[in-house]
């Protein structure tokens, strides 16, 4: 019904930037808040970033300053610019959202990428 496909994931050094792009298809009748999580081997998934319809945001202290959430409503997706990378962002990034679906009724809910590999490395 609904994929939220992420892209722009690689390797980058140390102090590099990388933006990460993450679309939304499907039967989607309204989209609510959208944001990247990330996990790293052995550790809890965590919140990176989020941002609402009307373009609120919202970042972990450990970002602030270094990354930009964004989102285009016209074309379901958000983005996540990340400047002044260090070894510790090495995670996989997952997008995620809140949104509406429309099949004979509307359902809210939410939904997961399949994530995207960040290895930051000189």
């Known amino acids: 019904q609904v994929q939220l496909v992420e892209s722009g994931g690689g390797l980058v050094q140390p102090g590099g930037s990388l933006k990460l792009s993450c679309a939304a298809s499907?039967?989607?009748?309204?989209?609510?808040?959208m944001g990247w999580y990330r996990q790293a081997p052995g550790k809890q998934r965590e919140l990176v970033a989020t941002?609402?319809?009307?373009?609120?945001?919202n970042y972990a202290d450990s970002v602030k300053g270094r990354f930009t959430i964004s989102r285009d409503n016209a074309k379901n997706t958000v983005y996540l610019q990340m400047n002044s990378l260090k070894p510790e962002d090495t995670s996989v990034y997952y997008c995620?959202?809140?949104?509406?679906?429309?099949?004979?009724?509307?359902?809210?809910?939410?939904?997961w990428g399949q994530g995207t590999q960040v290895t930051v490395s000189s």
């Open positions: 995620n959202a809140d949104l509406a679906v429309i099949t004979h009724r509307i359902t809210r809910d939410f939904y």
């Open positions: 499907g039967s989607i009748f309204s989209i609510y808040a």
């Open positions: 941002i609402t319809s009307g373009g609120s945001t």
